[in-house]
């Protein structure tokens, strides 16, 4: 079992639905927590990177950290054709720097 | 904007062939990862390395696989002999290590290799 859990989708929603996103893992030791988006045939881009639990928000995204559940969300409120890519989750623990990723949830949102 | 570059951007080769994938890190990050993507498993750590110094490797299959930085520009990862199991798309990410927490981890844009 991997480490850090993610629904593949994939996710089809209309334009202007929030979207929910989420990750389990299980390893107690991660306390920095990242959400990448990626495009098709594109690279992973960093969207948002929260470290402990708590919430961050960035206009229309909100990260959100639950540390007691080992459970991880991403909220895109109001969401628009441009964000329908595959979205990772990635964490790591305060001793190594390499990140243990999710395996993306292909979000589409339709016009 | 300051970007990972990676080459080439896509590869075929015949099973048995070397395969080298090359990586430009951001000027100034310390720590650089080579991963690959797969559909089946997602992204997966192979190695990185810290200030040229290989740190982890533990992901990487060592009898094919070797990676090396030789200088603080250029990170590189080679495959000798290449198998079809090793067609997905590697990427290189960079990262100024001490900033981690603010600037999070740069990825390239991927090579796409495929081996026939």
């Known amino acids: 079992q991997k480490e850090v859990e993610q629904d593949p989708g994939p996710l089809s929603v209309p334009e202007g639905a929030i979207v929910s996103l989420n990750c389990t893992y299980s390893?107690?030791?991660?306390?920095?927590f990242m959400w990448y988006r990626q495009y098709s045939r594109k690279g992973p881009e960093l969207l948002m990177y929260?470290?402990?639990?708590g919430n961050k928000e960035d206009g229309r995204f909100t990260a959100q950290v639950d540390k007691s559940s080992k459970y991880i969300s991403l909220f895109i409120r109001d969401s628009q054709p441009s964000d329908s890519a595959t979205y990772l989750c990635?964490?790591?623990?305060?001793?190594?720097?390499?990140?243990?990723f999710g395996k993306g949830t292909s979000l589409l949102v339709t016009p | 904007d300051a970007r990972v570059t990676q080459t080439p951007r896509h590869k075929v080769t015949e099973m048995g062939q070397e395969v080298t994938m090359r990586c430009q890190p951001i000027?100034?990050?310390?720590?650089v990862f080579w991963y690959r993507q797969t559909m089946m498993q997602g992204l997966e750590l192979l190695a990185y390395?810290?200030?040229?110094?290989?740190?982890?490797d533990s992901g990487m299959p060592k009898d094919r696989f070797s990676a090396e930085m030789p200088d603080a520009t250029l990170a590189t990862l080679k495959i000798q002999p290449s198998e079809p199991r090793d067609s997905a798309v590697y990427f290189c990410?960079?990262?100024?290590?001490?900033?981690?927490?603010?600037?999070?981890?740069?990825f390239g844009s991927g090579t796409r290799l495929t081996v026939v």
């Open positions: 990635a964490m790591r623990s305060d001793s190594g720097y390499a990140l243990n």
């Open positions: 390893n107690s030791a991660f306390q920095y």
């Open positions: 929260t470290y402990s639990s």
């Open positions: 000027l100034g990050h310390n720590t």
């Open positions: 390395f810290r200030n040229r110094a290989p740190l982890d």
């Open positions: 990410a960079s990262v100024q290590a001490w900033d981690s927490y603010n600037y999070g981890y740069t």
